[in-house]
């Protein structure tokens, strides 16, 4: 690894077993700084597990795993690689569905974390004015005094993608954004990562083809627990080991 | 900042339950103490301590709705807070009766002559105060719920697992206060109290200043439950409820918040206790029955957990009923209990205030259509299968 100019993430021999089955093995990857780069892979991959070593939900066995080139993941907890600017978007959407759409955009909004800041917090205008612009990115403006349970399944999705923004990450992980989303709507979300990655790295899981065509993005092709090929989406999708474990299936 | 977090607490109906609040505290002493006997309007005697006793259940459901209500704790153990204050309250009120008691000893109350011990327990140094027993009721509540708190949310153990151990908690102090040799009076408690700061309990005037400092307890801890979920606070506890593992991706240590809540929340419940033990006369380890902590979680549910009304009418009311049920059907009623929990749970699973509430908004709403229609259309259809 170049010293100076370390990428964002650096992933080296990582691996991890749940009851002797390899979920993760011998997985090395980089995420340089302002990239967009999305990760496919056959169901049972290790996609979803490489983002809970990265967000600290799970433990490696082995291998290390840094962030802005000192910071040794592998020892934080959730809670503290979040405040590290590590954001992360789930499979399923997961809103918090009993607040309303301004207050799940409030509570993401990068602020002091603790019980007491919590307490005694008063909205000010710098705040209520970036929330405001993040409604507008995300389309909900309309919407912003409604229950979260009440939006659709791609609103509730990109309410999601809103709440990342408010939390300022240098890195955002972002688990099948468009599952569930109509044709426009996927069209729509891909023009918005783009728009993000403009100012921060953005790593994608997706199995969606023609939403990774929209990306533009690197690929990565994950299998069995370890990357296969990467490059762009026609050169993995030529490699024949890809259309043997993935493609061809 | 903190007054405008506090004035939050004063936000909608809240300013109106501190009113009500208030003008209880001020309208019932008086009617016991002004008005003539046999005036209709008179609250009689023995209604004072009860209704204040009331009060006192009141603010403890109020506590347990912040853990359980808002941060989605179960705990099954929050009797042992209100017992651990009222302890304390009862220590304090043991050691006023000084050489009054059946052997007139003036350090020993009556059951440490009786069980000849020689000198008084460390433990109950201190206690001669009233200052220092008041510290001992925000305390000692509060530094077990801390401990305990600190290592269940540390070790992450949450939903029906949590409330487990808090019922195995408070059965253990249950059994551990029953024991003669914790100098605590054991199985009898400690009871037979003559004065608090120097006033008689039996005294009207007493009663009714007992009343009105429960009265002010509830209301003061109705603001400072309501300042906590009306603030940015409240809607991470709600979060954390909802939803524990996004609440920690977002970067909000959880731990910490349920910690927070659960040790405040004993907090309140210690102080209730410490307002009830002078109001009933006694505090014994059957305060710790896993039981009476169950029966908490039944007021809470049928007032109306995550409203902070909810609790408070869910209490009285149930308490009323059982105070009535039990003079006259002594036997029936735990049934009666168990059967309004299983009723409350199938038809109205947001309690009473929240069924209300719910009516409330779908009254207006049907008002606004209503007023809707009158505009353009003159004869309203009758909608189906509404």
Known sequence: MDQNHPPLLYLDGVSVSFDGFKAINNLSLIVQHGELQAIIGPN???????????????????????????????????????????????????????????????????????????WFYHPSKEDVGRLEDILATIRLTERREERAANLSHGQKQWLEIGMLLAQDPKLLLVDEPVAGMTDAETVETAKLLREIAKSRSVVVIEHDMSFIRDLAARVTVLAEGSVLAQGSLDHVSADPRVIESYLGR | MITKTLLRAFDGKAIWVVAILIAIAV??????????VGHPLRVPNHFVPLLGKYLTYAMLALALDLVWGYCGILSLGHGAFFAFGGYAMGMYLMRQIGDRGVYANPVLPDFMVFLNYQE?????????MFWFAAIMVVLVPGV?????????????????????????????????????????????????????????????????????????????????????????????LVA??????????????????????????????????????????????GEFAPANSIEIVIWTAVGGRGTLIGPIVGAVLVNAGKSWFTGVFPEFWLFAL????????????????????????????????????????????PSPAE
Not at chain 2, 151 to 167: E, M, N, P
Not at chain 2, 344 to 352: A, E, S
Request: glycine share 10%; net charge neutral; hydrophobic share 50%.
């Open chain 1, 44 to 118: 049972g991959a290790g996609k979803t597990t490489m983002m809970d070593i990265i967000t600290g939900k799970t433990r490696p066995d082995e291998g290390e795993v840094f962030f802005a080139g000192d910071v040794d993941l592998t020892r934080l907890d959730e809670a503290a690689i979040a405040e590290l600017g590590i954001g992360r978007k789930f499979q399923k959407p997961t809103v918090f569905e009993s607040h309303t759409v301004w207050d799940n955009l409030e509570l993401a909004l990068k602020k002091p974390r603790d019980v007491f800041s919590a």
């Open chain 2, 27 to 36: 309208a019932v002493p008086a009617s016991n103490l002004y008005l003539p």
């Open chain 2, 120 to 128: 008084l327990p460390w433990f109950w140094y201190g206690f001669d």
């Open chain 2, 144 to 236: 077990l719920a801390f401990v305990f708190g600190w290592f269940a949310f540390r070790s992450r153990v949450t939903g029906v697992y949590l409330s487990i151990i808090t019922q195995a908690m408070t059965y253990a102090l249950l059994l551990a206060f029953f024991r003669n040799d914790m100098g605590f009076g054991g199985n009898n408690g400690l009871t037979d109290f003559k004065d608090i700061l120097g006033a008689p309990l039996q005294a009207g005037s007493t009663r009714a200043a007992l009343f009105a400092a429960s009265a002010i307890a509830l209301a003061l801890s109705f603001i400072v439950c309501s300042a906590i979920v009306r603030s940015k606070l409240g809607k991470v």
């Open chain 2, 240 to 285: 954390v409820r909802d939803a524990e593992s996004r609440t920690r991706f977002l970067g909000y240590r959880v731990d910490n918040y349920k910690l927070f809540a659960f040790t405040a929340s004993a907090v309140i419940a210690g102080i209730a206790g410490a307002l009830y033990v002078p109001q009933v006369g006694i505090i014994n380890p």
């Open chain 2, 338 to 381: 168990g059967g309004l929990f299983v009723a409350v749970t199938l038809f109205l699973p947001k309690g009473i205030v929240g069924a209300l509430a719910q009516g409330w908004t779908a009254l207006k709403a049907q008002r606004v259509s209503a007023q809707a229609e009158d505009g353009s259309d003159a004869a309203p259809e």
